[in-house]
């Protein structure tokens, strides 16, 4: 399983991005994956997840801005981001494991390489 993330950039506080996530795997549509984010100094935190039934799961820092959808036609995963804060300031990886959504990053056996996320106040 491969992963590519993209989509990150220089934002204004209250303002949006878009981030989506390639995936190359076999069976796309059994696997699960995640948005992780780390911020400089900080240990990196789970933001979102998808499940293959395609049920989503929210850090609570992020519920009501963040939507997490999924693609299986196109393979992808993507991370639209609303209302934007200085504190989702952060390098955005996404990751993939072949069971459930979980928040620990420890659980996810793919990751592709992050995609910095820069919000301005």
């Known amino acids: 399983v491969q992963l590519q993330a993209s989509g990150g950039g220089l934002v204004q506080a209250g303002g949006s991005l878009r981030l989506s996530c390639a995936v190359s795997?076999?069976?796309?549509?059994?696997?699960?994956v995640a948005w992780f984010r780390q911020a400089p100094g900080k240990e990196r935190e789970f933001v979102a997840g998808?499940?293959?039934?395609?049920?989503?799961y929210y850090a609570d820092r992020v519920k009501g801005r963040f939507t997490i959808s999924r693609d299986n036609a196109l393979d992808t995963v993507n991370l639209q981001m609303n209302s934007l804060k200085p504190e989702d300031t952060a390098v955005y990886h996404c990751?993939?494991?072949?069971?459930?959504?979980?928040?620990?990053?420890?659980?996810?056996?793919?990751w592709g390489l992050g995609t910095l996320v820069t919000v301005s106040s």
């Open positions: 998808i499940s293959v039934s395609s049920s989503r």
């Open positions: 795997a076999r069976t796309f549509s059994s696997i699960a």
């Open positions: 990751a993939a494991r072949s069971k459930a959504v979980v928040v620990q990053a420890g659980q996810y056996a793919y």
